[in-house]
């Protein structure tokens, strides 16, 4: 069975702090794998990783995959309050949009 | 402004009554799929389409329907709701291709008595 795992499941860090959120698959006919910001809405999106060991970054959030252990980190840099919210992984497998989702990990950056 | 619209945002229903959540989206998305979201699980696929009239299960369509007879909507049909079907659900668009960035529509909390 598919399945997408998320470590920490929750987490605790002062403003500043630095976190690394991970996230670990086991999926047949891999095609991507996605990471989300979900706040008290939807979800949104953060970045798209298709290929290991390529870096993505947006400010200071940065991203990295690596297909051979299966798995993929994200960082969060000089962390601020508006940086609480719910982190979700999703790995694109098959074809077209078959999502599979973790469970999402919690941050809460506390001032 | 682009958007994935879901209606109703909150429901209460009661045991076997049917119901139908609609998504509609104004992007011209190929892809729309449907989720449920429960504490500790994470985001569930329960349906997804590739186009007009191609739909595809996704992990957890059991007491689900979805139909795809126009582009931009994607309803959801619960014919006899249950209380374990009492979630959050989103519908959501998105592309094929080179990115396969889902936009999310707001939600819509069910509740199932």
């Known amino acids: 069975e598919d399945k997408v795992v998320q470590s920490p499941l929750s987490l605790v860090v002062h403003e500043g702090d630095t976190v690394t959120l991970n996230c670990s698959y086991e999926?047949?006919?891999?095609?991507?794998l996605l990471w989300y910001k979900q706040e008290k809405k939807a979800p949104t999106f953060l970045f798209m990783l298709t290929s290991s060991g390529i870096e993505k970054k947006s400010g200071r959030l940065s991203s990295i995959l690596d297909k051979k252990e299966l798995f993929s980190i994200l960082n969060i840099t000089a962390t601020q309050t508006g940086d609480s919210a719910i982190y979700l992984c999703?790995?694109?497998?098959?074809?077209?949009?078959?999502?599979?989702f973790g469970p999402g990990t919690r941050l809460s950056v506390l001032p | 402004e682009a958007q994935v619209t879901q209606n109703p945002r909150y429901l209460i229903t009661v045991t076997g009554k049917k119901l139908t959540v609609t998504c509609s989206q104004n992007m011209n998305h190929e892809y729309m799929s449907w989720y449920r979201q429960d504490p500790g699980l994470g985001l569930r696929q329960i349906y997804y389409?590739?186009?007009?009239?191609?739909?595809d299960k996704g992990d957890v369509p059991e007491g689900y329907k979805v139909s795809r007879k126009e582009k931009r909507n994607f309803p959801l049909i619960l014919e006899s709701p249950s209380p374990n079907q009492t979630s959050l659900y989103f519908c959501a668009s998105g592309t094929d291709g080179v990115e396969y960035e889902q936009y999310f529509g707001p939600g819509t909390r069910l509740t199932v008595t």
């Open positions: 999926v047949t006919n891999f095609r991507s």
């Open positions: 389409s590739m186009n007009v009239e191609v739909t």
């Open positions: 999703a790995v694109v497998r098959n074809y077209g949009q078959n999502f599979v």
